[in-house]
């Protein structure tokens, strides 16, 4: 047997971001340009890891990726476990990371490894990042220990879970965190070292519907509800919205998110960027005692952005009554004790 063909099947994803961007015109700023051979191709150490298979999928800045193109990236990964990759590697823009992350987390029903990267650092950048986070990826991805966690993010180093990674700086090399919880697992000497057992997954079917929508307001000193109360006439089929501190809106949007929650599900999350929705502290009008009793839904840990991707999901599969129970596990939502 050849020496290639003991080497393990790995695919390559590509859909834009930092890590594939140049500058093309001088000038003009940076854009997606880099095709996934491109990126390979300033790789020489991954020769000799796996038989690598590349495909450029998207090239897009990662704000402009819709849930329909991912859910072609989802089929295009499936495929390639299928045809038998060991893992699969995507780079993306590191904007919308998270959410893609676990976007493809709810769905990834493999035990086989996806895992997203990307760069801060465009690819013409000194000191560009890109290439030592797909190194990394391509490291994790093959590591068996790396079976059964779902879609990793590996970015500076650290492998993060898609339900608590956040990118946390604009422009930081350090951008991503996974706050309260840390990171899975670390790279060392280029190889992963995993600090937590795998987490307790909830895979959902691919939605169906794909025509709906999810709201995503943030809660303001002093907002009018004008937005508000159009949302369910507007053909919305679920709101999330980014709370004061432990999940908190003003007396005036407590009242119209009780209306609303009569006709949609409302999830209300916190806007910190870190922590927790409290369940039984507050007790006034707008606080989180008040808005479950209005039968708005507490986001625990969850952030807002995700919060909204869980809903379209959901609802997207006609699981919306599993809302709760998806909310207790990945946002921890409900306190331990009761
Ligand atoms: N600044 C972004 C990045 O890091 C651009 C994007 O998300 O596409 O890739």
């Excluded at 993306?92 to 029903?109: I, R």
Aim: include cysteine.
């Amino acid at each position: 047997m050849s020496a290639a063909k003991c080497l393990p099947l790995l695919a390559i994803g590509s859909l834009g971001g930092t890590v594939s961007m140049q500058v093309e015109t001088a000038g003009e700023g940076v854009t997606p340009s880099l095709s996934s051979e491109a990126l390979l191709a300033g790789l020489p150490q991954l020769e000799g890891l796996a038989l690598i298979s590349a495909e450029t999928l998207q090239l897009l800045p990662s704000a402009s990726l819709t849930f329909t193109q991912l859910l072609d990236v989802l089929q295009w990964a499936d495929a390639q476990v299928k045809k038998g990759a060991q893992g699969v590697v995507l780079t993306q823009g590191t904007d919308t990371l998270e959410e893609v992350a676990y976007f493809l987390d709810l769905l990834w029903p493999h035990d086989a490894p996806l895992v997203l990267t990307g760069a801060m650092r465009s690819a013409n950048q000194a000191g560009a990042d890109g290439p030592a986070n797909l190194l990394a990826s391509v490291q994790v991805a093959l590591a068996a220990e790396s079976r059964g966690r779902g879609v990793l993010v590996v970015i500076n180093d650290q492998v993060h879970a898609a339900v608590h990674v956040r990118k946390a700086d604009s422009l930081a090399m350090q951008a991503f965190t996974s706050s309260h919880f840390g990171p899975e697992g670390l790279l060392i000497e280029g190889r992963v070292c995993y600090l937590k057992p795998p987490r307790r997954r909830c895979v959902l079917p691919a939605p169906q519907r794909l025509d709906h929508r999810v709201a995503l307001l943030e809660a303001s000193l002093s907002a009018d509800t004008l937005l508000l109360e159009e949302v369910a006439r507007l053909g919305y089929e679920g709101l999330v919205i980014a709370g004061f501190g432990a999940g908190h809106v003003s007396q005036e949007w407590a009242r119209c998110l009780g209306q609303i929650s009569q006709w949609l599900p409302v999830v209300v999350a916190t806007r910190t960027g870190a922590g927790t929705t409290a369940s039984c502290t507050y007790g006034f009008n707008g606080g989180e005692m008040d808005l479950q009793r209005r039968g708005a839904r507490m986001a625990g840990f969850l952030c807002p952005r995700k919060c909204r991707v869980l809903l379209w999901v959901l609802i997207g599969c006609g699981r919306e009554a599993e809302l709760e129970r998806h909310l207790d596990v990945q946002g921890l939502a409900r306190p331990l004790h009761s």
